[in-house]
């Protein structure tokens, strides 16, 4: 080993050697090759712009870290980030965090092998474990269900019924952009589905749906749930009952997709009601699609209950094996539903909790936060103040619940929400009026110390604007 600089960085082979005279020990030693190449490439980037060449023993000893770093399970999960947006189903931090018998039994069927497609009594080939299926029809009265990787892939799968080149008729002011780009006619585009615009944006009445059907250019209606934004005015939508007379009266079908759904009433929490997977199939859809990360409050999942000759041609299909999920997800997808059947989702399901949830306690831990932060950091400019937290995630679009927060007078809102977002305690906060403001809804209560330690740490605004 030298410390001499060399003008060059070394070559593959001679890093390595130095790294494994330094003793590091793997049963595969390609892998260090590729951590060695990630190692020198970085190195010459470094040179390229002028950098002083780095001694060959560190870019060893950086090799050894990236080899460590390998082992680091916290680097192998995105990083962890306390919630204060208020924002329930927040798709860019992953939606729903799971109830704890998810988690777990997502992990024992990690752990080890499984009856997940064979036959107990025969020992042969048999069907797919379907506990997570069977709660699905206790749930919502269908006479059978599927579950797929995630509610875009179940409507990609369950358009793909109309046929390849057949057509499905969808309402014009159904034709919406579900989030990330993806966008209903594309959709169905891929699947190789004809789309055929009915009623305007609007407006769609059930009579509008008929022409096409009566001629027979359409086996499929698909219905969207307009479930990222809200029409309000001269609008109206054409009633699900009467749609679906007229689709059975021309031999077509109902596929609905509800989005997020909900298998508790919204409306008993003070939000609008969100249908339920339930009552759309007592309305007459013959297929209903929904996530199992909004609302369900569990894994990423598409949820599909509905009429089983139906049921069994998506099975069939050679895209359902593209979109099947994982053990442990169905695992964790039976878990979740396993709660609602016992009636204790508002107990044990973690979003539910936190819709649950009144604004008095919200605020009896603000009181306390303020208190710490006055004691423990002499910050005695805060406030407790009520916000609105919305639910999110393409559900109950521009519903909210009423929350409390506690509010930080700041120097810069932008560098303190930075400041926040990183470090071992990321905290996500809300912006307002140029004050920091932490949303206590989707806290969880053992995380308020960490609030007040983090909120002890930001620039307070100079003496002039207070
Ligand atoms: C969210 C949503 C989807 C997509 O569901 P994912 O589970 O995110 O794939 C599809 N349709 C509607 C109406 C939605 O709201």
Do not use: C
Request: charged share 25%; proline share 7%; glycine share 10%.
């Amino acid at each position: 080993m030298t410390d001499v600089p060399a003008a060059r960085p070394p070559s593959v082979d001679r890093l390595l050697s130095i790294v494994l005279a330094n003793g590091v020990e793997v049963s595969e030693p390609d892998a260090l090759t590729g951590l060695a190449r990630d190692v020198l490439a970085e190195e010459r980037r470094r040179l390229a712009v002028g950098a002083p060449p780095t001694p060959e023993g560190d870019l060893a000893e950086a090799v050894e870290d990236r080899l460590a770093d390998l082992d680091d399970p916290l680097l192998t999960i995105p990083p962890h980030v306390i919630n204060a947006t208020g924002v329930l189903l927040h798709t860019n931090l992953g939606r729903a965090p799971w109830p704890r018998a998810a988690r777990l039994a997502a992990v024992a069927a990690g752990r080890s092998y499984g009856y997940l497609e064979l036959d107990e009594a025969t020992g042969r080939r048999g069907a797919r474990f379907r506990a997570a299926e069977d709660h699905l029809v206790a749930l919502t009265g269908a006479e059978d269900a599927v579950v797929v990787s995630n509610n875009a892939a179940a409507l990609a799968l369950a358009v793909g019924l109309a046929g390849r080149r057949g057509s499905a008729v969808v309402s014009r002011g159904e034709l919406i952009e579900i989030g990330g780009g993806v966008r209903i006619p594309e959709v169905l585009g891929r699947a190789g589905v004809r789309l055929i615009e009915v009623g305007t944006t609007n407006r769609t009445r059930a009579a509008d749906f008929e022409p096409p059907l009566a001629a027979g250019q359409a086996r499929v209606v698909l219905r969207v749930h307009p479930s990222n934004f809200a029409v309000s005015g001269f609008a109206e939508s054409a009633d699900l009952a009467e749609v679906a007379e007229i689709a059975h009266r021309h031999g077509a079908i109902v596929i609905d997709d509800l989005g997020s759904g909900a298998l508790l009433d919204t409306a008993s929490f003070g939000l609008a009601h969100e249908p339920t997977p339930a009552e759309r199939l007592a309305l007459g859809a013959d297929l209903v699609l929904f996530s199992g990360d909004k609302l369900i409050g569990g894994p990423q999942a598409g949820l599909i209950v509905g009429r089983r000759d139906l049921v069994a041609r998506l099975r069939r299909d050679p895209l359902a094996r593209a979109v099947r999920p994982d053990k442990a997800i169905l695992a964790g997808v039976a878990a979740t539903l396993a709660i609602y059947r016992a009636g204790r989702a508002v107990d044990d399901i973690p979003i539910w909790q936190m819709i649950a949830l009144g604004a008095e306690p919200l605020r009896v831990r603000a009181e306390w936060i303020l208190g710490q932060a006055a004691s423990v950091a002499g910050r005695t400019d805060l406030s407790v103040v009520d916000v609105d937290s919305p639910v999110g995630g393409g559900s109950l679009p521009g519903q909210v619940l009423p929350s409390v927060g506690v509010s930080v007078p700041v120097a810069s809102a932008m560098r303190a929400a930075a400041a926040l977002r990183s470090g071992p305690d990321r905290i996500l906060a809300r912006i307002v009026d140029g004050a920091i403001v932490l949303d206590l809804r989707t806290v969880p209560p053992f995380h308020d110390g960490t609030i007040v330690r983090r909120i002890g740490g930001l620039t307070k605004p100079p003496k002039a604007s207070r």
